[in-house]
């Protein structure tokens, strides 16, 4: 008995030594994977660069690059390009969407820096007047959502956005940053279902940089299984594991209901038809009073 200890104790040795190999390369490839999706200190350097430079203006602008009273706390970002955060803006619960994909160098390394000569906010120009800036809001508008009786309107709510210190004047600084904004399609989305009940809130914004409202519960079931055990697990225990944590029949009921409520406003809406092009589970959530939020 005495001659095998030392062969079990190798053993061991052997089986620790490869646990903690196969931990630390878990760890690595954790933190690289983390390096390379998440980038808020490389969205907050761009932003507050253009603003310090006064370039870009917004509501949050202050906040976030002199106050630091916005703050990014959790990544939820699942392309480095399109930076995504949980995080806190006075005393609230908010999520924080940046876009840095053509700030970055072409190699794409996580520390990489944003470039000089790329320009984010080039539109419009030095010279451009009130009225030529509508022009340009209405023709763009005209092209993503058709030509619509009701997109004046639209445009005199983007100008009432645009004048952030409400001057009843729009500056250049201001007018870049709704542009740039306006370009981002799930933005104009929201901004044009602002009157809906059952879409984020905007909140404010800082150049392309734009704050919502936190939705409470972000997948329509209360629990998210984790992508490695998706596969594992068969199709009767994912129904099963839906149906423990899913809300009570009558409060999925109401859900339910919002979800038609919501297509049928989309459908035949104020500012065009809209389509829901990806519906899964993820991208449906609702509030702690069981109204549908998308």
Same mark, same amino acid.
């Given at each position: ?24 390369? $878990? ?113 763009? #508008? ?21 004048? $952030? ?18 370009? #981002? ?34 997948? #329509?079931?209360?629990?998210? $299984? ?54 899964? #589970? ?13």
């Amino acid at each position: 008995l005495q001659g095998r200890l030392p062969g079990i104790k190798v053993k061991y040795l052997l089986v620790v030594w490869l646990g903690i190999f196969v931990g630390s390369w $878990v760890a690595y490839m954790h933190y690289s994977s983390y390096s390379e999706l998440c980038r808020g200190h490389v969205c907050r350097m761009i932003i507050c660069d253009q603003y310090k430079k006064g370039i870009i203006s917004g509501s949050a602008c202050k906040d976030l690059c002199e106050e630091r009273g916005l703050l990014f706390q959790h990544c939820l970002s699942s392309s480095p390009s399109q930076q995504v955060y949980r995080g806190l803006w006075r005393d609230r619960e908010v999520i924080i969407k940046c876009g840095i994909g053509e700030a970055l160098r072409a190699d794409s390394r996580p520390d990489s820096v944003p470039r000089r000569d790329v320009v984010l906010f080039d539109k419009p120009t030095r010279g451009t007047s009130m009225d030529e800036f509508k022009e340009m809001l209405l023709n763009f #508008l005209k092209s993503k959502l058709g030509d619509q009786p009701s997109l004046p309107a639209l445009v005199s709510r983007i100008i009432t956005m645009a004048d $952030v210190n409400r001057d009843k004047k729009v500056s250049l600084a201001e007018a870049k940053s709704i542009w740039a904004l306006l370009q #981002l399609n799930e933005f104009l989305l929201m901004f044009s279902l602002h009157e809906k009940e059952h879409t984020a809130k905007l909140l404010g914004h800082c150049g392309d940089l734009y704050v919502t409202e936190k939705i409470p519960h972000t997948s #329509l079931y209360g629990v998210d $299984v984790p992508p490695f055990l998706q596969s594992l697990l068969p199709s009767l225990a994912h129904q099963l594991i839906h149906q423990w944590f899913a809300p009570a029949w009558p409060r999925r009921a109401k859900i339910a209901i919002g979800l038609l409520e919501f297509v049928e406003e989309i459908f035949h809406g104020t500012y065009g038809s809209f389509y829901i092009c990806e519906s899964s #589970l993820r991208n449906v959530g609702y509030n702690d009073k069981y109204d549908f939020k998308m």
